[in-house]
């Protein structure tokens, strides 16, 4: 392993020292000139796993001198995880926190995170090293990287299952090398054919105020209600003008709408959608994001406490499927999307060891499976059941659901539920490689746990929730953190497979993965892709007779895929 000092500047001198697995070193440090040219000389001689503080302050940097590493040790996000593991969710994860506790000295907060800065308009503000040790702190920063490094390796060691947390840092942390990548690739982006999509969908932009089709449909909700000067971008305005035509709506969210019968509701519907394409990836989001045929977000792998990616503006895990029109391959490239169709349910199957329901897991269509086994070969009912044990949905047409996967598949339903008790009564529970769920105090929608709406949607357990709405939390992260874990370790084991290739994985979001490549190296893509996803499977769970089939497209439009 070799650990880099940054000496204060990525593009500038720093220090280069070797230490062994254990972070005790083996050969005293070496001071460099030029820090992205000595890690391409010690990279292309052989590949050492490289250990820094922070992946998205420094690599970066050497992506744009060209630089691209195969492994590192990312020491702040390796934190977060141990801390969590320890029940000190949130606590300053930084190097010099790590140290500080390490050392008993007095632990300071994490900096703030940068603005989301689009890089079209402060393409430099938005990778260069915000603050960082002076050149002659190079020795302490060295010292503290290593002290570190060895205590998080005697923690790693110390979980209970240190194979799997190993793992787990492993995959975190070549997340963050993905993600950085990602950004610095930026994914094709037609800024003509976006323009004709917004075009079609709005009308033209207006010199002041929202385009056309946006005001002819606000009319047309003013007039159902028999108002004028209606907020529609106001959910509380919206209540209230429910509330005045004898409605009681608790909130404006759609699948709550599509339940109600107003002449209001059509247009107000396509009002939300395209007032949200309009604000999130309109004109003025194209001009900030989007240049040189590129879009290029920053993305923050386990930004979510799931362990889901989040992105630091731009909002490149939300494009809507219209908008993806105008993600368009080079000429002569393709795009490779493979989405992992109902990856939940086969990680309960996985993980609970439930052996009925894992048979179900090895075929393409799980839902089909478990209808033909306990469910009379009804689908909907048997997809109905399994959601609703992994999200707590216990009301209306789920209960005899419910009853039917509980007598036919204990197992997994127990594990569930044996998650849902230890939140309730306040517990700590992990995911299959040990990332330890957040307090109660932590948003549902900020833990990136949001139900489908086909298994009924839940209010987030804020501060002070009940213990249920906790129970419902660790009910699914169990589940949905094991899945992200499964897309993690699978992204992490495609981008090794395409060593040697010109392709490049510029997609990630949750479960699908999209790799932009030439039309020539299809094949060996969609081949890496599926080993990619099989090998993902071994790796977390071993020998398991659950599959986890992918859904492959090979398409030169991203919205073309499957």
């Known amino acids: 392993m070799a650990v880099v000092s940054d000496d204060g500047s990525w ?3 720093g220090r280069l020292q070797t230490v062994r697995p254990d972070g005790v070193p083996v050969a005293a440090p070496e001071a460099v000139t030029d820090l992205p040219a000595a890690i391409a000389a010690r990279e292309a001689a052989d590949h050492p796993r490289w250990l820094w503080a ?9 992506l744009r001198a060209g630089v691209r590493v195969r492994r590192c040790h990312d020491v702040e996000l390796t934190e977060a995880l141990l801390l969590g593991h320890a029940g000190r969710w949130g606590e300053p994860r930084s190097l010099a926190a790590a140290h500080a506790r390490l050392t008993g000295g007095p632990v300071p907060p994490d900096p ?26 190079g020795p302490v920063v060295l010292d503290s990287l290593t002290r570190v490094y060895a205590d998080q390796h005697r923690r790693i060691a110390a979980t209970g299952h240190p194979g799997r947390f190993g793992l787990l840092v492993a995959a975190e942390s070549a997340g963050a090398l993905i993600g950085a990548e990602m950004g610095h690739a ?31 449909l606000a009319a047309e909700v003013n007039a159902a209600f028999g108002v004028h000067g209606l907020h529609l971008d106001s959910p509380a305005e919206v209540v209230r003008a429910f509330t005045r035509a004898g409605i009681d709506v608790p909130n404006t969210r759609a699948w709550v709408l599509r339940k109600i019968e107003h002449p209001a509701i059509k247009p107000l519907l396509e009002y939300k959608e395209l007032y949200r394409i309009w604000t999130a990836h309109g004109w003025a989001w194209r001009d900030a994001w989007v240049s040189e045929g590129r879009f290029r977000p920053e993305y923050v792998p386990g930004g979510v406490v799931s362990g889901r990616w989040a992105t630091r503006g731009g909002g490149a895990l939300q494009v809507p499927k219209v908008v993806r029109r105008a993600v368009v391959a080079d000429p002569g490239w393709r795009f490779v999307v493979a989405d992992a169709g109902q990856l939940e ?26 209808a033909a086994d306990a469910f009379a070969g009804d689908r909907p009912r048997a997809k109905l059941a399994l959601l609703g044990a992994m999200y707590g949905q216990t009301g209306g047409a789920a209960i005899p659901a419910l009853a039917v996967l509980r007598q036919n598949y204990p197992t997994a339903f127990e594990y569930v539920e044996a998650a849902a008790r230890t939140g309730e009564a306040g517990g700590l529970v992990r995911s299959w490689l040990g990332r330890t769920c957040p307090p109660s105090s932590t948003a549902w929608r900020d833990a990136g746990l949001d139900p489908p709406e086909e298994a009924g949607s839940a209010e987030a357990p804020q501060g002070g929730a009940s213990g249920r709405a906790r129970g419902r939390f660790t009910r699914n992260f169990v589940i949905q953190a094991t899945a992200a874990e499964w897309a993690l370790v699978l992204l992490a084991t495609l981008r090794t497979a395409l060593t040697g290739l010109r392709a490049e994985i510029v997609l990630f979001v949750h479960d699908e993965v999209g790799v932009h490549c030439p039309a020539d190296e299809t094949d060996q893509v ?19 007779e659950v599959r986890f089939p992918l859904d492959v497209s090979v398409v030169e439009c991203y919205a073309d895929a499957a």
Do not use: C, K, N
């Open 112 to 137: 703030p995170p940068r603005p989301a800065d689009p890089p079209g308009l402060t393409q430099a503000a938005l990778f260069d090293a915000v603050g960082g040790p002076s050149p002659a702190a």
């Open 345 to 370: 349910p086969r990680v309960l199957a996985a993980v609970s060891g439930d052996t009925r329901l894992a048979a179900a897991g090895e075929t393409d269509d799980l839902y089909a499976a478990l």
């Open 54 to 62: 922070a992946t998205a302050e420094g690599y970066p940097v050497l």
């Open 11 to 13: 593009a500038g001198p």
């Open 186 to 216: 930026g994914i094709p982006w037609r800024a003509d054919v976006h323009d004709e999509v917004l075009r079609e969908l709005l009308g033209p932009p207006q010199p002041v105020g929202p385009p056309r089709r946006l005001a002819e």
């Open 526 to 544: 969609v081949a890496a892709v599926r080993t990619s996803a099989a090998r993902a499977g071994e790796l977390l769970f071993g020998r398991t």
